[in-house]
Structures are given as C-alpha cells and as structure tokens.
C-alpha cells in the first residue's frame, strides 16, 4: 500500500470519531499496537530532539524499505509516533522524502496539541525523512 493510501485509510478513521476525546481514545489505542523497539536501540542516539516527551525511533532497511520501531514514555505521543509509523513503515526511502504530511492537518492534530507537543510532532516527522536520507543510500 502507498504512502497516500494509507494516510488517506488515517484520515477517514479519525473522520469517524465525533469530537477530540475519541480521537485521543483512538491515538492512545494506536499507540498500544505499535512496532516497539527493542530495547538496545532504546539510546540517546534514538531519540528525536525536541520532544517534550520521551520517543525513540529506530529505522531498519528491510528488502529496501525502511521498517520504523518506536517508543514513548508518554501514551499521548506514543498515538502521534504510531500513526507517523503506519503512515511511513515499509515504503522505499524515496517515497518517504518525497511524502507530504498534510494528512496531519486533515485530522486536525496540530490543532488539538499543546505546542511543545507540535513541535515534537514536526521533530518526529523529520526524523523519520532523515532515517530515509541516510538509508536510501544504501538501497540496491
């Protein structure tokens, strides 16, 4: 599946849910399915800069898509990495440069975040373009 389908499937979800409670219901149960990392890769080099809350990603190069594993220490940001990691886990890392993000304006997320929480939300996304950068280089 493409990257826009699946931001698309992302947006028709949230698009369910009636007012911001649910939605957060919904990222918080989001965030309990995600991919986790292992523990060794949970270090200071994993972890996205300008997160109010703690959030380690990991990038694998897998037949020549990217495979992102994630944690938080916070359930509310373990939702927003979770859906950044269904939106961009098993592309090429040429499609994720070449993504946009509007589909997190779609569903209204940076308006229902404090500030710090957007821009650990921005932090997370382009920390998962520069794993692409870095591991399309070593693409066949």
Known sequence: ?????IQNDIVEEFSMFEDWEERYQYMIDLGK???LIESQYKT????IKGCQ??????????????????????????????ILIRAFSNQKP??????DTTFIDAIGLKDHL???????????????????????????
């Open 53 to 82: 809350s703690k959030v380690w990603v990991h990038a694998n190069l897998v037949d020549n898509r990217i495979v992102f594993t994630a944690d938080s220490d916070a359930i509310i940001t373990k939702g927003i990495i979770a």
């Open 33 to 35: 399915t995600l991919p």
């Open 1 to 5: 599946m493409q990257i826009k389908d």
């Open 114 to 140: 404090s500030p710090t929480r957007a821009n650990g939300l921005v932090s997370m996304i382009k920390q998962l373009k520069m794993y692409a950068i870095a591991l399309k280089t070593q693409v066949n």
């Open 94 to 99: 040429q499609d994720i440069i070449e993504a």
């Open 44 to 47: 200071d080099d994993n972890l």
